[in-house]
């Protein structure tokens, strides 16, 4: 374990310990020392994984709670840093999203060994691409798409590249992916965040295949997240599904349709998503 990552996961289960007026020894059980615990606590010592889950058993923790709150306690650098290029690519900051690529391209000359690094520097290069309306190299896309296929199961790191560079895949490969995505993600289901970002991967497909003018597509999925009841709590979700549907009822010379878009976008106004409404509405003067 990352010797920092140990100093937040001890400060934490502390946090949690106490809060729940847990004293060492109910925590441990017996199983391990409690001296060792209080040690991690301090990030004065290391446990192993058998020992971290018998934590959180003792403790009545699900383990989908205490990532929620590792996630809010501190972020996963690399989940700011796709934070942070998403807010950037949202306003189209070109100097922001360059600033990313430079840091990225640095890792990769420092270790070029390391596959990730390479992965997320050609992710941001299409996104950069993307926000500037210049071309995309097709060994980029052929790149990810080498290591998508590679991969099994697919987890949240997977549905980010797909997410992001999709709209660059022809539509046989797009196709291809839009219907085994499902039997890659078989672990979505149960984690909130993954579920949003299969949602949200859909959206993006329905998104690529209407600016395409591929209507049977873009409706096969539109009736897919449809069937499954988009929850409520994906509320920017739901919105951007109705918004599709009445992108693809204009489509279909339905222009009576762009009332209903117009007033999706003003919701997402309304509720704070300024940047995400502003580029709806450039695309509805476009039609």
Known sequence: MDEK???????????????????LREVTQGYFSESLLARFEKGKSDITVEKFFVILKNSNIYLDEFQSIYNDYSMDEEEKFRTDLANAYSKRDIVKIKGILKFWESKV???????????????????????????????????????????????????????????????????????????????????????????????????????????????????????????????????????????????QKQKSAINDMKKCVETLEYYGYGEEAKILYEEIENL
Not at 172 to 196: M, R
């Open 5 to 23: 990552k140990d100093l937040k996961l001890g400060k934490i289960i502390s946090m949690l310990r106490r809060a729940k007026n847990l004293r």
């Open 109 to 251: 000359h420092e270790k070029p060994s390391v596959k990730y690094f390479k992965i997320n520097e050609t992710v941001i290069r299409i996104i950069l691409a993307m926000a500037q309306n210049s071309v995309v190299l097709k060994k980029d896309v052929d790149f990810l798409m080498n290591y998508l296929e590679q991969v099994t199961e697919w987890g949240r790191y997977e549905l980010w590249i797909f997410s992001n560079c999709l709209r660059f895949f022809d539509d046989n490969s797009l196709k291809y992916y839009g219907k085994y995505i499902l039997g890659k993600t078989n672990f979505y289901q149960s984690i909130h965040l993954n579920q949003q970002l299969v949602i949200r991967t859909f959206l993006n497909i329905i998104d690529t295949f209407l600016r395409r003018g591929n209507l049977i597509f873009a409706l096969k999925y539109i009736n897919y997240l449809e069937s499954i009841n988009i929850q409520i709590d994906f509320f920017y979700e739901k919105i951007i599904l109705n918004y599709h549907k009445a992108h693809y009822r204009v489509l």
